[in-house]
């Protein structure tokens, strides 16, 4: 019987785990991919990247694309609603940053992002999301495309079916099911027994990876066992948890979950820090954080009453104090 944690085979392309880290607007940003890939992370997407926006040359969204120092190996996710735009994008994406991945955004519920024929819009039109992933495909040329794709519209058009197959003949290397429709947004519960159909639809001819409800080792044990996906993908699960891929990794293997000792979540946190830093500059690397480090604060005693010094934290020094006092009172 093959062990649940193992490597993975995309195209070309061989990963050596198969935890990943799920591409998540306004978080997985370079600073936080390469966090979680020193915590244990297999493979790492970035963010959402517009099509139309790398076309037209905005400075802002290729920033998007740039590697971590230590990401050997990653993806890139784009969205667009026209076949050429898309293709163009491949190619810039290409050419800019080398991606070994190219990942087809065919899940976000999100209004604006569906207007432009974006996201869960491709998901309800299987045949638009194949003229989509095929333009990607030839553009891209060696680079494998994968998809990412919801289970429907709403309740009553269930089409992960559909657009898995479309996406499939188009030439995608993977597809990675997030459980939930459009409709549901990201409430509700994810379900898993389709994502156990649409493994056994594949049938191996391209791997399948799981999404959606995703927060503990136990769930990606559980996912894993229930579904048969090749791999689990961690979305908020990771949110100041990127150490939730070391427990995990622990867990598959050996049926042990690691205690994380609050000073290395702390370590961590402002390592995190110092990278957005680099990238954003002080005063918006500090107010990005806020929200992350009352998540990587979670659990430690004595964090509820020091929260408002993170939420008005705006230097590196704020946070350094912040720690500072945390870590005084687990003594």
Same mark, same amino acid.
């Given at each position: ?72 190996? @990653? ?42 024929g974006a996201g869960s819009a491709l998901t309800k039109e299987p045949e638009k999301l194949f003229q989509i992933v095929k333009s990607a495909v030839a553009a891209a040329g060696e680079t494998p495309v ?39 947004? @990201? ?70 979950i690691p205690v994380i000792p609050a000073s290395y979540r702390m370590e961590t946190a402002l390592n995190e820090l110092r990278s957005l830093i680099e990238d954003r500059g002080e005063v ?11 998540? @990587? ?35």
């Open positions: 019987m093959k062990p649940l944690y193992h490597p993975v085979t995309i195209g070309n392309l061989n990963i050596p785990g198969n935890l990943f880290l799920a591409p998540v607007a306004g978080y997985s940003d370079r600073a936080f991919r390469g966090i979680c890939r020193n915590c244990g992370a297999d493979f790492t997407y970035t963010e959402m990247v517009s099509a139309e926006a790398l076309v037209r040359g905005s400075d802002k969204t290729e920033g998007l694309l740039k590697r971590a120092d230590n990401e050997k190996i @990653y993806a890139v996710q784009i969205f667009g609603g026209n076949p050429e735009t898309i293709a163009g994008a491949v190619e810039i994406v290409k050419k800019n940053v080398f991606p070994e991945i190219i990942d087809i955004n065919a899940g976000c519920p999100v209004p604006k992002i569906i207007k432009s994968t998809v990412k794709i919801r289970s429907g519209w709403d309740a009553s058009h269930l089409t992960w079916k559909e657009a898995a197959l479309a996406a499939k003949e188009a030439g995608a290397s993977a597809v990675t099911l997030h459980a939930r429709t459009k409709a549901q947004g @990201y409430e509700g519960k994810a379900d898993w027994s389709l994502l156990k159909q649409l493994v056994e639809v594949m049938n191996g001819a391209i791997p399948v990876f799981g999404s959606g409800d995703v927060f503990s080792p136990q769930d990606a044990k559980r996912m894993l066992d229930e579904t048969g996906c090749q791999a689990v993908m961690f979305a908020r699960g990771a949110m100041g948890n990127p150490f939730v891929f070391t427990a995990t990794k622990a867990f598959l293997q050996n049926g042990e918006a690397a500090c107010s990005e954080m806020r929200k992350r480090f009352c998540c @990587y604060s979670k659990g430690i005693p004595g964090a509820a009453a020091i929260r408002k010094n993170i939420v008005t934290a705006q230097t590196e020094n704020d946070y350094l104090l912040v720690v500072e006092q945390l870590l005084s009172q687990e003594k």
